[in-house]
C-alpha cells in the first residue's frame, strides 16, 4: 500500500519527537548533572561490560546490600537493581532445578541442602547493558537510552511509567520505584565509573567474583578473562547484544 504525504510527515514528525526526547535525556544526565560526568571524562573512550564468574559467587550478599546503599533503592526485595538466585540442580531432574533468592539475597541464603545429592551454586543477576537493548525500542518518550560508552541509563525527568520497558526487558532488571512512579535499574553505578572508580557491589565482593570491565581498554584484564574462560550471556537467543558475560554458566540457568 503506498504512503501518503502526510502518512510520512506524521512519522517523520513522531520520530523527530522521540529522538529530541533522548537527546534531552542525554543532554541532562552529561549537562544537567554535573556532578555524574565530569569533564575529563571522555565517553568515547570507553565500552563498558561486566563480568560474573560463578564459580567463585559464595552467595553473602554483600552486592546487593552495596547496591541499595549506594544508589538509594528501596530495601524491599522486589525493588532491586541487583540480585542473587540459589540453585539447586537434583542429579534426577536436571531440567528444573530448585531456584530461590530469599530477599534478593539482600541477607545472604540461610542454609538449605546440607546432606542431599545434587549441586547447589549462585548466580547474581542484574542489567546486562544490551548493545540492542529492547526497552530502548519500546520506550515511547526516549527517557530509557544507550549512552556512548555502552550503558543503558534512565533519565526519570522524562520517564512516564508506563512500563513498557519493564515487560520488554527479558531479564527482568527494571522495577517502578514507588517513591517516584518512575522506572529504575542498575546503571553501573555510573556517577562511580564516570570517576575512574568501580562499582559499589564490585568494590565489596569478597571474592573478586563480580568485575567491571572495560572493553575499550586494551590492557583492561576483562579481556584475558574473556580469551581464558568459556564464557556466556543469559536467554542469548534474545539476541539483545547483552554486556555481561558468565562463566561457569549452567545450562539449567533462565
Not at 155 to 179: M, N, T, W
Request: aromatic share 10%; charged share 25%.
Amino acid at each position: 500500500m503506498d504512503e501518503t504525504r502526510r502518512d510520512f510527515l506524521l512519522k517523520t514528525g513522531k520520530f523527530i519527537v522521540l529522538s529530541a526526547a533522548a537527546a534531552g535525556a542525554w543532554e541532562a544526565v552529561v549537562h544537567g548533572q554535573p556532578d555524574r560526568v565530569p569533564e575529563a571524562y571522555r565517553l568515547l573512550d570507553h565500552w563498558w561490560a561486566f563480568t560474573i564468574d560463578i564459580d567463585k559467587c559464595i552467595g553473602c550478599g554483600n552486592c546487593v546490600y552495596a547496591c541499595k546503599k549506594e544508589n538509594d533503592v528501596p530495601l524491599e526485595p522486589q525493588f532491586s537493581r541487583t540480585w542473587v538466585e540459589r540453585y539447586h540442580v537434583n542429579p534426577d531432574d536436571m531440567e528444573h532445578p530448585e531456584v530461590d533468592s530469599p530477599d534478593g539475597g539482600y541477607f545472604g541464603f540461610p542454609e538449605k541442602y546440607a546432606g542431599q545429592d545434587g549441586k547447589n551454586f549462585f548466580v547474581p543477576k542484574m542489567c546486562n547493558h544490551c548493545a540492542t537493548s529492547p526497552c530502548v525500542q519500546v520506550c515511547p518518550v526516549g527517557a530509557t537510552f544507550e549512552s556512548p560508552d555502552g550503558v543503558v541509563l534512565v533519565d526519570k525527568s522524562y520517564c512516564l511509567g508506563c512500563r513498557y520497558c519493564v515487560q520488554a526487558c527479558p531479564y527482568g532488571c527494571r522495577f517502578i520505584d514507588p517513591r517516584t512512579s518512575t522506572v529504575d535499574k542498575c546503571t553501573l553505578c555510573y556517577h562511580r565509573i564516570t570517576k575512574g572508580l568501580t562499582t559499589a557491589c564490585c568494590e565489596v565482593c569478597p571474592t573478586g567474583a563480580r568485575q567491571l570491565g572495560d572493553l575499550k581498554n586494551p590492557n583492561d584484564p576483562i579481556h584475558a578473562f574473556l580469551r581464558d574462560h568459556k564464557v556466556q550471556i543469559l536467554k542469548p537467543q534474545m539476541a539483545t547484544g547483552a554486556k555481561c558475560y558468565y562463566n561457569g554458566l549452567d545450562g539449567s540457568v533462565r
